[in-house]
């Protein structure tokens, strides 16, 4: 099992970035998803996390309205689309994987999340 995001990088304040997470060794529309960041000097949040079986996303922080994400299953593939980004949004962030298909509560703690992918550093630049 193995989970692999990149697509970090530099973006100006208001601008947009799209991550992507490749997902191997399991279904992740079996699973539950989610997108996780942790700040400079800050814990580990939870940005935004999907359960499919249920087409269930619960938004954390300032995500709503902004953040998005869409599940690719015959690329195996997640993506978090990140528009209007803003300087408080840079951060490592991670995708991860539940084996639990149903809805969690809360559906964003990290520990709940059995498979982790490395982080991709996004900085957002005033």
């Known amino acids: 099992v193995q989970l692999q995001a990149y697509g970090g990088g530099l973006v100006m304040d208001g601008g947009s970035l799209r991550l992507s997470c490749a997902a191997s060794?399991?279904?992740?529309?079996?699973?539950?998803i989610g997108w996780f960041r942790r700040a400079p000097g800050k814990e580990r949040e939870g940005v935004l996390c999907?359960?499919?079986?249920?087409?269930?996303?619960y938004f954390g922080g300032s995500a709503k309205g902004r953040f998005t994400i869409s599940i690719d299953n015959a690329k195996n593939m997640v993506y978090l689309q990140m528009n209007r980004l803003i300087p408080e949004d840079t951060a490592l962030y991670y995708c991860?994987?539940?084996?639990?298909?149903?809805?969690?509560?809360?559906?964003?703690?990290?520990?709940?999340?059995?498979?982790w992918g490395q982080g991709t550093l996004v900085t957002v630049s005033s």
């Open positions: 991860a994987a539940s084996k639990r298909a149903g809805w969690m509560t809360p559906p964003c703690m990290d520990s709940s999340y059995d498979y």
């Open positions: 060794g399991f279904s992740l529309d079996d699973s539950t």
């Open positions: 999907f359960t499919p079986s249920v087409d269930s996303t």
